[in-house]
C-alpha cells in the first residue's frame, strides 16, 4: 500500500506530466483535423481517379512523424522541447506553401478541374475552396507561431509549469 508522501509525490508527477502534455492540445487537434481533411481529399481524388491524389497522400506520409512526436511528448520529462517537434513544423510549413500554391491555382483557374475534380468550375465552388484554403493557411500560421512561442519557453503553459514547479517543490 501506497504512504501519504509517495501518493501525494504521484499526484504532483502526474499532475507535471499532464501540464506539459496540455501545451501541446491545440497543436495536436489542429494537425488532427488536417490530417482527416487530407485523406478525404485523397479519397475524392482517388474516386475520381485521378493521379492528384498523390499530393494529399504525400501530406499524410509527411504527417505521420508529427503524430509520432506527439505520441512521445506524454513522457517527456523536460520542458525544453525545441527538439521535439521539427516533424511537425516541416508537415505545418509543407502544408501552409501547399494551400498557398492551391490558392493561386483556384485564383487563377489553373488546374482548378484537375486538384478538385469533384467541384463544379464556377464562382461559388472556387469561393468555398478558396475559404477552405485560407482557413488553413491561417490555421497553419497560428500552430508556426505556437511552435515558435513554446520552443522560446514564452507559451502561457510554460509559465504554469514554472509557477506549479516552484509551489511543489
Not at 516541416?90 to 502544408?95: A, E, F, N, R, V
Request: with cysteine; glycine share 4%; charged share 15%.
Amino acid at each position: 500500500m501506497m504512504d501519504k508522501k509517495t501518493a501525494s509525490q504521484l499526484k504532483k508527477d502526474t499532475a507535471l506530466k499532464n501540464f506539459r502534455y496540455n501545451r501541446f492540445l491545440l497543436l495536436r487537434y489542429l494537425l488532427a483535423g488536417f490530417f482527416f481533411t487530407n485523406i478525404y481529399w485523397l479519397l475524392s481524388l482517388a474516386m475520381s481517379k485521378s493521379a492528384w491524389a498523390l499530393l494529399p497522400l504525400g501530406l499524410l506520409v509527411l504527417s505521420v512523424p508529427a503524430v509520432a512526436e506527439h505520441l512521445r511528448l506524454y513522457g517527456y520529462p523536460s520542458d525544453d522541447v525545441r527538439d521535439q517537434l521539427k516533424g511537425h513544423r516541416l508537415y505545418q510549413i509543407t502544408q501552409a506553401i501547399t494551400n498557398v500554391v492551391l490558392l493561386v491555382s483556384v485564383l487563377t483557374n489553373l488546374g482548378f478541374e484537375q486538384v478538385f475534380p469533384f467541384f463544379k468550375n464556377n464562382s461559388t465552388s472556387k469561393g468555398f475552396v478558396s475559404c477552405i484554403l485560407l482557413a488553413g493557411i491561417l490555421l497553419s500560421a497560428v500552430i508556426l507561431k505556437r511552435i515558435s512561442s513554446i520552443y522560446s519557453q514564452k507559451d502561457k503553459h510554460a509559465s504554469y509549469i514554472t509557477e506549479f514547479s516552484k509551489l511543489n517543490n
